[in-house]
């Protein structure tokens, strides 16, 4: 019974702090466009066996992902528990693992369990297991962790299923996500440098090369991907944007009061920033404390953090510059590797043991209130975008996320309210559409026909602009257009791609555009001052 306590705390201790995230459904971050509309998931023996391997919806190859999220959809048609109780129990053996990785490694029972505790209550771990479409990092982290211990338990008794077994899950981890692709190269580096025996280097080799032959492959494909699709700005690229990044990371690992799921930075800062100093400090203590302790056993715990940060680490160019969910598998394993080292390094000194012991239980304690308060904040759009909003208020993107998840809620009245709030200290003409979308949900149908005409009737007019009026108008075919001029343009705009290609409207809005007559005008268009339409004034406050 002994041996199992402190796993049954460890469990019991998780389970109070990740429990808000149980009762949370999807949200307006990921979850719609990766989950809810993702057709692997929905319908997997309908995709064709090469978007089942690629998964290019995704931005990188994960069908291993993929195919377990598949699996949490149909328990309950599509509910969101199935995500979330999942994501949880990974967490929860992701934790039992560091516990079994640093007692492997040499530490005692006590400074397992500590560890273990850190990791699993740190507020750092929250936006992983409390969010659906974070279920692809915690699987990738208990494949890579399982790798490190079948690779341990073959240290131990040398019988090739177990390192068979590590080869499997490393390429399992490299497929649910690619943060994982140098995670060979960590335990190769550990090997070069702690390993004396030669036989066992020379076969541990071969495995780096074999998942190496599979992992790189992968993230090249899901680099070019991402590229494709998500190009960063060349103008917010640079050799100072990884120490930037780390020292944001140290920050948020070691004052975790206010985590965000999307942070407002200057990427450009470079020195003008003081956390790129704290990264660069970091950065060159670590490189120090790793020399030092090379020959330890607790140095793989090291070797595998920069192993699995490096991918993240801005060293190649990230269209998400930072996201604390890209810390969740570097922080597990220095936990696992810290853990033998202090213990050893401790073993002699009963009374800084007890001191630091005590710490340990205060960051335990607090980190649990962290986590838990952290957790309620994934439970709607609302919770998770008004304190963003609230924190950098002149940032125009958090309010376009606090408007999205509104509508992603249901709660179209309000996310109307949001993007009026947007166009008060600005006029982005791209966000009409939206805004028009919210109206229309809303009820006022008069309000947003009018905004939907601005913005095709605006300065800067795009095709999708004449889409959005266009469907509004054949939705409500019994509504005579209120603004002749943007209707006759917005229907001729659909009735020519129609004819090009049919649109991917349902078939009776189709119907209603080919036998609905021509929009009579009288004359040019008319000059379309912007803010024309009445809701502006209404919904703006005077002078806006």
């Given at each position: ?12 201790a998780i ?27 929905r319908?997997p ?7 089942w391997?690629?998964?290019p919806?995704?931005g ?20 969101a ?28 029972t006590?400074?397992a369990a ?9 507020p750092?771990t929250?936006?992983p297991?409390?969010?659906a ?5 915690v ?7 399982g790798a ?8 131990q ?6 390192l068979?077994?590590?080869g499997?899950?490393?390429?399992a981890?490299?497929?649910?996500k690619?943060?994982?692709v140098?995670?060979?190269g960590?335990l ?5 440098t702690?390993e ?13 090369i074999?998942?190496l ?5 992968i993230a090249?494909i ?9 190009a ?8 100072l944007?990884a120490p930037l990044?780390l020292?944001?990371?140290?920050c948020?690992?070691l004052?975790?009061v206010?985590?965000?799921p999307?942070?407002f ?5 470079g020195?003008r920033?003081?956390l ?14 790793l ?11 090291l ?12 060293l ?6 930072l996201?604390d969910?890209?810390?969740y ?12 080292l202090?213990s050893a390094?401790l073993?002699?000194?009963?009374r800084?043991?007890r001191?630091l ?9 607090a980190s649990?209130?962290?986590t ?12 998770l ?6 924190r950098w ?13 509104r509508?992603?809620?249901g709660r179209?009245?309000?996310?109307a ?6 166009f008060?200290a ?16 809303a009820g ?17 007019p795009?095709p ?9 108008l054949v939705?409500h075919?019994?509504?005579?257009p209120?603004?002749p ?9 659909a ?8 649109l991917?409207?349902p ?11 021509d ?15 009445p809701?502006f004034?209404?919904?703006l406050?005077?002078?806006?």
């Amino acid at each position: 019974m002994r041996r199992w306590l402190p796993l049954l705390l460890l469990a019991i201790a998780i389970g109070a702090a990740f429990s808000p995230s149980l009762r949370h459904g999807f949200v307006d971050w990921d979850d719609n466009a990766f989950l809810l509309g993702n057709p692997l998931i929905r319908a997997p023996l309908s995709a064709s066996l090469a978007h089942w391997l690629l998964t290019p919806q995704m931005g990188y190859p994960i069908p291993v992902a993929i195919g377990l999220e598949s699996l949490l959809w149909h328990v309950d048609n599509g509910a969101a528990w199935p995500f979330h109780l999942a994501s949880l129990v990974l967490h929860m053996a992701n934790a039992g693992l560091v516990l079994a990785l640093a007692r492997r490694l040499g530490a005692s029972t006590a400074f397992a369990a500590l560890a273990a505790l850190l990791f699993g209550l740190h507020p750092l771990t929250a936006e992983p297991v409390a969010w659906a479409t974070g279920f692809k990092d915690v699987s990738m982290a208990t494949a890579a962790l399982g790798a490190t211990w079948a690779f341990l338990r073959w240290r131990q008794s040398p019988r090739a299923g177990w390192l068979w077994l590590a080869g499997g899950l490393a390429v399992a981890s490299v497929l649910c996500k690619p943060g994982t692709v140098l995670w060979a190269g960590g335990l190769l580096a550990w090997l070069e440098t702690a390993e004396t025996d030669a036989a066992v280097r020379g076969r541990v080799r071969g495995l780096v090369i074999a998942i190496l032959a599979c992992a790189i492959p992968i993230a090249l494909i899901g680099q070019a991907e991402n590229v494709q699709t998500q190009a960063p700005d060349p103008a917010m690229t640079g050799v100072l944007q990884a120490p930037l990044a780390l020292g944001h990371q140290i920050c948020h690992a070691l004052w975790p009061v206010s985590l965000q799921p999307r942070y407002f930075l200057d990427r450009a800062a470079g020195f003008r920033d003081p956390l790129t100093w704290l990264g660069l400090a970091a950065l060159a203590g670590f490189l120090a404390l790793l020399w030092r302790v090379r020959r330890l056993p607790g140095a793989l715990g090291l070797w595998l953090a920069a192993a699995t940060y490096l991918p993240v680490s801005n060293l190649l160019p990230f269209h998400r510059f930072l996201a604390d969910s890209y810390a969740y598998l570097p922080l597990a394993c220095l936990a696992f590797g810290l853990a033998p080292l202090l213990s050893a390094r401790l073993a002699a000194r009963p009374r800084v043991r007890r001191v630091l012991g005590g710490v340990a239980v205060v960051a335990i304690l607090a980190s649990g209130s962290l986590t838990f308060g952290q957790c309620q904040r994934w439970a709607n759009g609302d919770a998770l975008w008004q304190p963003v909003v609230a924190r950098w208020p002149a940032w125009p993107e958090a309010r376009v996320l606090l408007a999205q998840g509104r509508d992603f809620d249901g709660r179209h009245a309000q996310a109307a309210a949001a993007w009026a709030e947007l166009f008060r200290a600005d006029y982005p003409q791209q966000y009409l559409s939206a805004l028009a979308a919210s109206l229309a949900q809303a009820g006022a149908l008069e309000d947003a026909e009018c905004v939907f005409a601005e913005d095709v009737q605006g300065a800067h007019p795009t095709p999708m602009a004449n889409g959005n009026l266009a469907a509004f108008l054949v939705s409500h075919p019994g509504r005579a257009p209120a603004y002749p001029e943007a209707a006759a343009r917005a229907l001729a705009w659909a009735r020519a791609q129609d004819r090009r290609q049919p649109l991917a409207w349902p078939e009776p809005w189709r119907q209603t555009l080919r036998a609905r007559p021509d929009v009579p005008v009288a004359g040019p268009p008319a000059p379309w001052p912007q803010r024309r339409c009445p809701v502006f004034q209404r919904l703006l406050p005077p002078g806006q």
